[in-house]
């Protein structure tokens, strides 16, 4: 559905000079800057996946989206998305995809969200029935029926934004790109912002692309992600081998009985590679783990055999630590 090759994007500007006021830009040089946003990306994604595009502020994401959808035109590299070149066919692309930009709205901003609504419907050539039946479904997905006849401008940031993904997937396109679609909505919103993607996705077989910061939409929704950095991608793969590649421990977290001696002095004792005492107190005792050495029950027996314990849970390595990891050392491990 979407083939990505070689992907770069430049932005050139004039160059600052140092001056007494500090720097300074003239129109009359015609020296410029330039910077890469994105430089060499390369992907492909299949009819119907749902994937996270990943990477911190400045690593290409939006830049990417943007050339996907036909808004920007690249320096150099190839495109297609379901068989046309975005900027090239514009028209045409517009018809297929559906884009939300978290921070801005493609809803008119002093009519009620119903008028907007047929107005898309309209742009887009959607007859009675097909419109009708489309808006029917997408009310009752995403609970839009108390403020349909709301002006925009006047809806809460959940409600907007529940108010673009129904403007976005209204005329059924086969693409949607989201960029960072739960931005600032509270903890309601985002969990029925999530619930409509996973919907789309699974019962109408749409292909997404989901930009975002909060990790817990990726882990959520997504199986696959491509993680970028400084315009260039590091990894591309399932969510799950990218915690085994980066975060390969597990750690074993157990509540001791009270009865278990601790406090006189009988620490936890254990001999098991592969696994070490990492924290411990009187009432908790965590271990951590290399599960690809280590066999959970082995070790559970290992403690048991010499303490009581009240309580044991295995914590796996969320995605946010992980991301954390890469971008703090600059690059995926070795």
């Given at each position: 559905m979407i083939d990505v090759e070689s992907l770069v994007k430049e932005f050139h500007r004039p160059k600052r000079f140092d001056g007494p006021f500090g720097g300074v830009r003239t129109l009359l040089t015609r020296q410029h800057e330039t910077t890469r946003a994105v430089d060499g990306v390369t992907f492909s994604i299949d009819e119907g996946e749902l994937i996270g595009y990943l990477g911190s502020n400045g690593a290409g994401k939006s830049t990417t989206i943007k050339m996907l959808s036909g808004i920007l035109v690249p320096t150099s590299g190839t495109v297609t998305v379901a068989g046309l070149v975005p900027w090239e066919q514009r028209e045409r692309n517009a018809l297929q995809i559906g884009v939300v930009f978290g921070q801005r709205t493609q809803l008119w901003w002093d009519l009620p969200l119903g008028h907007s609504l047929k107005l898309i419907g309209k742009l887009y050539r959607m007859d009675a029935a097909r419109y009708s039946r489309n808006v029917d479904r997408l009310v009752d997905l995403l609970g839009l029926e108390e403020f349909l006849d709301r002006p925009v401008r006047q809806l809460s940031l959940g409600?907007?934004?529940?108010?673009?993904?129904?403007?976005?997937?209204?005329?059924?396109?086969?693409?949607?790109?989201?960029?960072?679609?739960?931005?600032?909505?509270?903890?309601?919103?985002?969990e029925r912002t999530?619930?409509?993607?996973?919907?789309?996705?699974?019962?109408?077989?749409?292909?997404?692309?989901?930009?975002?910061?909060?990790?817990?939409?990726?882990?959520?929704?997504?199986?696959?992600?491509?993680?970028?950095?400084?315009?260039?991608?590091?990894?591309d793969g399932p969510v799950a081998d990218l915690k085994r590649r980066y975060a390969p421990y597990r750690q074993l977290e157990i509540t001791l009985a009270p009865d278990s001696g601790i406090d006189g002095g009988d620490p936890v004792q254990l001999d098991v590679p592969g696994a070490e005492i990492v924290a411990?107190?009187?009432?908790?005792?965590?271990?951590?783990?290399?599960?690809?050495?280590?066999?959970?029950p082995d070790l559970i027996s290992a403690v048991i055999a010499s303490h009581p314990v009240s309580d044991i849970s295995i914590v796996e390595p969320d995605l946010e630590g992980v991301v954390r990891q890469i971008v703090e050392h600059g690059g995926m491990p070795t």
């Open positions: 409600q907007r934004m529940r108010g673009d993904l129904a403007a976005a997937m209204l005329y059924e396109p086969r693409v949607l790109y989201l960029d960072e679609p739960t931005v600032g909505l509270d903890v309601v919103a985002k999530r619930q409509f993607v996973e919907e789309v996705n699974r019962e109408s077989g749409t292909t997404i692309m989901l930009t975002t910061h909060d990790l817990a939409d990726v882990e959520r929704l997504c199986k696959r992600i491509i993680f970028i950095a400084q315009g260039s991608v590091l990894y411990q107190d009187a009432a908790r005792v965590v271990i951590r783990f290399d599960p690809e050495l280590v066999a959970v």
